[in-house]
């Protein structure tokens, strides 16, 4: 079909005409003479308003003279079929369109997914302080690599517990707060510590702490006094009722055996007697505070104690620590465990002669023990007595 438009427009009046449309095809020919006046008003309504727009669109262009380009700026406007056109006439040729089946494209599968609304969903950023893999959480590939590797190891040997922490996840709120703790626990102990009792919304920092307690324990065993302060931290964080200690207790408990019962704990004249019976002390309220949830907790705990309860000639402050931390669970264990020691008082008598005055001054620690534990379990009984 070959439209030939014929437009006479004036400068000074932004008119047009369409003075005649001639159709040259066969099919339109043959037409009758009702659909032909009908297809001609239409096809000149629709010239019209494309003349019409483009007029608008060379005036908004602020171009002098209208050219082909602002025809063409408006059919791409109006979802058209740009004009290839020239000075010459050419026809206008149209591109065969290709049908579509529905039901195959909604079997097939989109190479593009479709986009989809926005949103918000919850995934979990951090369990236990290890970050999950999952898509929602960005992975970097040495890493992946690393953890499945890891994973492969703790299957083949389940006794193996890998834990990582990862300080990124935490807020910066938060890491600021674990700096400035663990710096006042140098410079002003007392006041970091009544932080750590009192102070809510530190849960997501529990494991970090529980990793600072046991490295700090463990590498500084020879210094009672720091010893006693990571002893003070956890008891801290015991009487802190803001949070939760229950997956932590695992460290905690044998960083506070371990200042119990260590064979050597401190350099020579330290005060490591006083460390044990603190220790002791936050021994107890752990298992009062988590022995309802934790059965065999308290169990497991005398255990350890007494296997410390092994008179040797060098291990005094061992076994101090293996009397104090058993007495101080009451009559029961001591009617049980510490009665039968009261026969090595003599070795203890016999030790004295041949002891240093060091030596002879952890002689009487013991002995003091052992005299504490038996006074306790007699006052017990007399009260048992009275009662009964």
Not at 108 to 131: C, K, N, R
Not at 136 to 153: F, M, T, W
Request: charge should be neutral; proline fraction near 4%; glycine fraction near 4%.
């Amino acid at each position: 079909m070959i439209a030939l438009i014929y437009l006479q427009t004036s400068r000074c009046q932004e008119r047009q005409s369409i003075h005649s449309l001639n159709f040259d095809h066969p099919k339109i020919e043959d037409m009758k003479p009702a659909s032909k006046k009908t297809l001609n008003g239409l096809v000149e309504e629709h010239m019209t308003s494309l003349v019409r727009d483009s007029i608008t669109m060379q005036r908004r262009s602020k171009r002098g003279r209208r050219t082909l380009q602002s025809s063409s700026i408006n059919l791409a406007r109006v979802c058209l079929q740009k004009t290839a056109a020239s000075t010459t006439n050419t026809p206008l040729v149209s591109r065969p369109t290709k049908n579509i089946d529905l039901n195959a494209l909604l079997t097939s599968e989109i190479p593009i997914p479709p986009p989809s609304e926005v949103g918000m969903t919850l995934h979990w950023l951090a369990v236990d302080g290890v970050q999950p893999i999952s898509l929602l959480n960005p992975q970097d590939e040495h890493a992946v690599s690393n953890r499945r590797s890891n994973e492969s190891n703790e299957s083949q040997d389940s006794t193996i517990a890998l834990r990582q922490l990862l300080p990124r996840l935490v807020s910066d709120e938060l890491q600021l707060y674990f700096t400035r703790i663990t710096h006042a626990l140098v410079t002003h102990p007392e006041a970091a510590i009544s932080r750590l009792a009192n102070d809510t919304g530190i849960q997501e920092l529990i494991p970090f702490f529980t990793r600072y307690i046991t490295l700090t324990i463990h590498q500084t065993i020879n210094d009672t006094e720091q010893c006693r302060l990571m002893i003070h931290c956890i008891d801290a964080l015991i009487r802190n009722r803001n949070i939760h200690l229950e997956l932590h207790l695992d460290q905690l408990l044998p960083s506070i055996l371990t200042c119990i019962v260590a064979s050597r704990i401190g350099s020579t004249g330290e005060n490591h007697w006083l460390l044990r019976d603190e220790a002791s002390d936050v021994l107890v309220r752990t298992c009062a505070l988590f022995g309802e949830k934790y059965g065999n907790l308290r169990g497991k705990v005398i255990q350890t104690l007494c296997k410390a309860l092994q008179l040797k000639g060098n291990e005094l402050g061992r076994w101090y620590g293996g009397i104090v931390g058993i007495t101080k669970f009451g009559a029961k264990t001591v009617d049980a465990f510490i009665l039968p020691l009261v026969g090595h008082w003599d070795a203890l008598e016999n030790t004295l002669e041949e002891a240093s005055e060091e030596g002879r001054f952890a002689v009487h620690r013991c002995q003091d023990a052992l005299l504490v534990s038996l006074i306790l379990f007699q006052k017990l009984q007399k009260i048992h007595g009275c009662l009964n």
